[in-house]
């Protein structure tokens, strides 16, 4: 069965700190999806990223940037340069494809906290 | 336009009581979600359906049923309300592909139950 750990339940940085938040997923399937979401104090789940199995090309949105490795089944973000407006609830997610399951298996979510 | 929308924001009602989350979605998308999000944050599919047929049913008390009257709606009915029920639920839709970003949530229904 599929699944998403993300070992570091808080982080506490200091504002311009880098952060990498962790993520390693479980699958048997070998198409599948990864995300990222951010849930801010608001409520709402804001999309990040989306990356397919076969596409293991880093990429980079402004401060933002993802990791993933599928040798060691890990999809890893970090932020650079850290702002108070990056303190949320992040989750990561996998979904499957060939099993049909289309729904999002979630990560229980990392809390960040941007001292000022 | 909100592309999936979610009716009450915000819903409070006591215990045994009987209430429904209503979810509508205008992307012309064919499956539509149900999560539950837990008072730890932890967030779990409960139903899926796609054009009207449940596809997904994970162990939920058959207190909740989801109903969908067309593949752009689907409501969760929830029975004999406890306080374990408390929580905030996420409606999401996506097509039938997985291109673009997938899935797209709705704004949250938190349910409290006192």
């Known amino acids: 069965a599929q699944k998403v750990t993300q070992a570091q339940t808080e982080i506490s940085v200091v504002e311009k700190e880098d952060v990498t938040l962790d993520c390693v997923y479980e699958?048997?399937?070998?198409?599948?999806?990864l995300f990222w979401y951010k849930q801010p104090p608001s409520g709402e789940l804001v999309f990040l990223i989306r990356r397919n199995s076969f596409d293991e090309q880093n990429e980079i949105s402004g401060r933002y940037s993802w990791n993933f490795q599928k040798s060691t089944s890990s999809f890893n973000f970090t932020i650079t340069a850290s702002q108070v407006v990056d303190s949320a609830v992040y989750f990561c997610?996998?979904?499957?494809?060939?099993?049909?399951?289309?729904?999002?298996?979630f990560g229980s979510g990392t809390r960040l906290q941007v001292q000022p | 336009d909100t592309a999936v929308s979610q009716t009450p924001k915000y819903l409070v009602t006591q215990m045994g009581n009987d209430k429904s989350i209503k979810c509508e979605q205008n992307l012309g998308h064919d499956t539509m979600y149900w999560y539950k999000q837990d008072s730890k944050k932890f967030l779990k599919i409960m139903f899926s359906?796609?054009?009207?047929?449940?596809?997904i049913n994970e162990t939920v008390p058959n207190r909740f049923s989801p109903k969908s009257p067309d593949k752009a709606h689907l409501n969760l009915h929830i029975n004999s309300l406890e306080l374990g029920d408390s929580a905030v639920y996420f409606c999401?839709?996506?097509?039938?592909?997985?291109?673009?970003?997938?899935?797209?949530f709705g704004s949250g229904t938190r349910l409290t139950v006192v």
């Open positions: 997610a996998l979904s499957e494809v060939a099993t049909g399951r289309r729904a999002l298996t």
């Open positions: 699958t048997r399937d070998t198409t599948y999806y």
């Open positions: 359906y796609n054009n009207k047929e449940l596809i």
């Open positions: 999401a839709s996506s097509p039938l592909g997985t291109g673009g970003r997938g899935y797209t």
